[in-house]
């Protein structure tokens, strides 16, 4: 199943429901002794009597929903308990604990087995168990649906070894993902099988290197990240005091260094309790390196006391210390603290590209018709002809690209994920440049934060399918969003594993530029929208914006927080001032509309008393931070300032024909030396590879003279360096050379559009659409690979996408009768302010 492919909400505090089914409860006996017995010698069990301490409750069952439940989940243990006093003592301290035990199985005919383990100083173990009563799980599959239907993570304990367990094991896998329930395999007790089809179920798998050595056997493979990979399940790798490790089925294997404890008493059980802290945080929505720094953070527990569990409950010291861990999660993934804070290390995974037709986008265009690239970890190594390059010993991952050609991510400069939900729904396909915003209303409002992370997701996979790997997102509409719902919009896309800028859009002021001249028809709902009266006060959306920036920039190394606004003339100029400021604080850029329709112009003389580009240009707005999408009435003049302060832009042709406007004067803008990069806006297909072919012939039309067009060399370029520029990754992404992020994508060269390839830039431009992307990388982290999304479910999204949409419209129905209404006051004045413009791009 493959864990990330499952959608789930973002990391929250909110109790989870956790079902652990595993095996017998047992009694441990721990002998902590000066050094083991040596090879042959004889030990009395007698003379180790003194060494044992009381016997505390254990079992790998009982272990894991302990953890679980100290980790604030609501757990029910489904095992198999005897009826001798020890069991009952057992039950008690189990309730005790918070464990419901309404689920246990009772054989009378058992008893309590016990596991006498002995340890020495330096780690090592000796280990026995009673004979274990042959028991019977199948009574146990009768385990209520309610209670299936209610959980959020099933935990299975054991191998599938266990004739009896494999059967309760395969139902309750079954009946847990039609349920949407993560599955995760705890393979515990060193099994001697690893049912095969188990595994292929579920989709996390925990277990220590002895236990997951097994497993990597029974399946055929040669390493674990081979097995996670081919059996497409996330494998979690304890080993000891050296942490763990995190094999994602993309390939890529992570490391968790385990904290430094003063004093480690006794390690028995502390895989039990990674596996319940585990399985808790994924039940929560956490990432998978999350997921093991909250693991790593209760196994440091329980190797501080004698046993698998303690009698009672922890110390005040330690529930402090929990709560924090439990609060700081998706910080503790990267930025280590000294309570309880696991550090994190990646491998240095290897990825070789070889034999591909590699188009780099370098400077000097080069273009190799045999070479390999290799990847070290998530930067390009080297590139250069097949055969050519010096490679290291081994190699993770090897990608034949022999019938491929390679060339960098593309990357979308202006979208709008918030309309993917509604796309073109109840505008008729009449609405302009300006009646259409009055549409993106009933498009992004009232959505909550799943609204929002499916609409983001869904707007992700059409461009990264299209060959998109890098976007910029301003994923709201009406007003500054909530800070849930830019968290939601960045999960989705880090869940995707795409990078992106998300946008926060501030706003201080109303619009003026939606509305009519005369206000006398204008609903009050309308009003309402324009007037900003949905949004906080400025200072507080910048602490909002503070929040979520810093929280992703800690989160993740591809998503990120930009700050945005629709226009200029929704914003103060002290607020425009201050998104100068945050974009150079948190290092990213800035972003906003201008002069997409003309009535701006006019708008700009009556809020300033002169034009909008001359006044951001006073107040020191212009700077290489700032991304303007579409600039279409603009004049020359205006044009070279733009370029020498550096700004670029984002044309967005697609909309903008689609909206009946004009089409932004893009060889002008390139004859003076601006950066132009490419879009997709809204509620349009977010292919690049469309916005290149419309960009290539649109501004052809009636120009006869080839010097008057747009090149395809060119649109290549918008589409990769030049949008890489816009966003602030100049020196990162765009091009495919030593020293820069492994972001790329492979075109199948058998593809019908590729056929003859006898021009690559204008195949490219005019041909592909988007269908020939065969894999994506981003950061050297294989996120499409066959057309197929590689971590996440994309037939699941598309599924929750069709009735969320539908939900959003009929809850919208009002916004979309303003919309209709709104768009009757507007037409004549929009008409009329066409029909008497005299705008002249030379003045």
């Not at 993560?182 to 925990?206: F, K, N, S």
């Not at 240009?617 to 999408?629: T, Y």
């Not at 893009?666 to 292919?687: K, P």
């Amino acid at each position: 199943m493959g864990p990330l492919r499952k959608s789930h909400a973002h990391w929250t505090m909110s109790q989870p429901a956790i079902v652990v089914a595993g095996g017998m409860l047992l009694l441990d006996h721990v002998a902590l002794v000066p050094e083991l017995p040596a090879p042959g010698e004889t030990v009395r069990a007698l003379d180790l009597h003194s060494h044992y301490s009381a016997p505390h409750p254990g079992g790998c069952s009982a272990n894991i929903a302990v953890a679980a439940r100290r980790a604030g989940a609501k757990t029910t243990l489904l095992s198999v308990t005897a009826t001798d006093a020890d069991a009952l003592e057992y039950q008690t301290y189990l309730r005790r604990m918070g464990v419901c035990l309404d689920h246990l199985v009772v054989d009378e005919d058992a008893l309590t087995p016990r596991c006498y383990t002995i340890h020495a100083p330096d780690g090592t173990k000796y280990a026995c168990m009673d004979a274990l009563h042959p028991v019977d799980m199948t009574r146990a599959a009768s385990l209520g649906d309610e209670v299936l239907n209610d959980c959020d993570a099933v935990v299975l304990v054991g191998g599938g070894e266990d004739d009896s367990m494999r059967e309760v094991h395969a139902d309750l896998a079954m009946r847990a993902g039609q349920s949407r329930a993560r599955i995760v395999l705890a393979i515990c007790g060193t099994p001697q099988t690893v049912d095969r089809e188990l595994l292929l179920a579920c989709d996390v798998a925990i277990g220590n290197e002895t236990e997951v050595a097994v497993a990597v056997a029974q399946t055929g493979c040669n390493t674990p990240a081979q097995l996670a990979r081919e059996a497409r399940v996330t494998l979690f790798v304890t080993r000891g005091s050296r942490g763990s490790t995190v094999c994602e089925p993309d390939a890529r294997s992570r490391d968790v260094a385990a904290i430094d404890i003063p004093s480690t008493i006794d390690p028995t059980g502390a895989g039990d309790a990674y596996a319940g802290g585990a399985a808790v945080a994924l039940a929560r929505g956490a990432t998978t390196i999350e997921a093991a720094c909250l693991g790593t953070a209760l196994a440091s527990f329980a190797v501080e006391r004698t046993g698998a569990q303690t009698r009672g409950t922890l110390s005040r010291r330690d529930h402090r210390a929990l709560r924090c861990s439990l609060r700081n999660i998706p910080r503790m993934a990267r930025c280590p603290s000294r309570h309880r804070g696991p550090a994190v290390m990646a491998n240095e995974a290897t990825l070789l590209v070889q034999g591909g037709l590699i188009v780099t986008m370098d400077r000097q265009g080069t273009v190799l018709d045999r070479g390999d690239m290799l990847v070290v970890g998530s930067r390009v190594d080297a590139v250069g002809p097949v055969g050519s390059l010096r490679l290291p010993l081994s190699i993770d991952e090897v990608i034949d690209a022999s019938e491929m050609l390679v060339m960098p991510g593309l990357v979308n400069a202006h979208s709008h994920s918030q309309s993917a939900l509604s796309k073109l729904a109840r505008s008729r396909d009449h609405t302009n440049v300006i009646t259409a915003l009055w549409y993106g209303y009933a498009h992004g409002m009232n959505r909550d934060d799943r609204d929002v992370y499916v609409s983001t997701a869904l707007n992700g996979i059409q461009a990264l399918r299209s060959g998109v790997t890098t976007i910029i997102d301003q994923m709201w509409f009406g007003g500054a969003p909530p800070r849930s719902a830019v968290s939601a919009a960045a999960r989705a896309y880090d869940d995707l594993g795409m990078r992106a800028r998300v946008c926060y859009d501030f706003v201080d002021r109303e619009s003026v530029t939606i509305l009519p001249d005369h206000l006398g028809e204008v609903p009050e709902l309308a009003l309402e929208m324009s007037n900003n009266l949905t949004s906080p006060p400025l200072a507080e959306q910048v602490a909002i914006y503070r929040d979520a920036a810093s929280d992703w920039r800690a989160r993740s190394d591809v998503v990120s927080v930009s700050p945005a606004s629709g226009t200029a003339l929704r914003c103060s100029d002290g607020l425009l001032c201050t998104l100068a400021e945050l974009a150079e604080e948190f290092d990213t850029v800035a972003t906003l509309h201008m002069l997409e329709h003309l009535k701006e112009r006019t708008s700009a003389l009556s809020v300033w008393g002169c034009d909008e580009i001359e006044h951001l240009g006073r107040i020191g707005f212009l700077n290489d931070r700032l991304v303007l999408a579409h600039v279409i009435w603009v004049t020359n003049s205006e044009i070279d300032v733009l370029a020498e302060k550096g700004v670029s832009v984002a044309h967005n042709p697609e909309l903008n024909l689609r909206l009946g406007g004009a089409l932004a004067p893009i060889r002008r803008m390139l004859d003076a030396g601006l950066n132009v990069a490419l879009g997709t806006d809204s509620a349009t297909d977010q292919s690049i590879f469309g916005a290149m072919r419309l960009a290539s012939l649109v501004h052809r039309i009636g120009k006869p003279n080839p010097a008057d067009w747009v090149y395809a060399t060119e649109t290549l370029r918008m589409a990769t360096t030049g949008g890489a520029k816009a966003l602030g990754f100049e020196e990162v992404i765009g091009s495919l050379e030593a020293g820069r992020e492994a972001d790329f994508i492979c075109l199948d060269l058998a593809s019908p559009w590729l056929v003859p390839l006898t021009d690559i830039d204008t195949r490219l431009a005019f041909f592909e659409s988007g269908r020939g992307v065969d894999t994506a990388v981003v950061g050297g982290r294989i996120v499409l690979r066959g057309g197929r999304l590689t971590l996440i479910d994309e037939s699941s999204i598309v599924e929750e996408a069709t009735w969320r949409g539908s939900q959003l419209r009929d809850r919208n129905r009002d916004l979309y009768e303003m919309a209709e209404t709104m768009t009757a006051i507007l037409d004549p004045e929009v008409q009329a302010l066409v029909a008497e413009s005299r705008f002249d791009p030379e003045q």
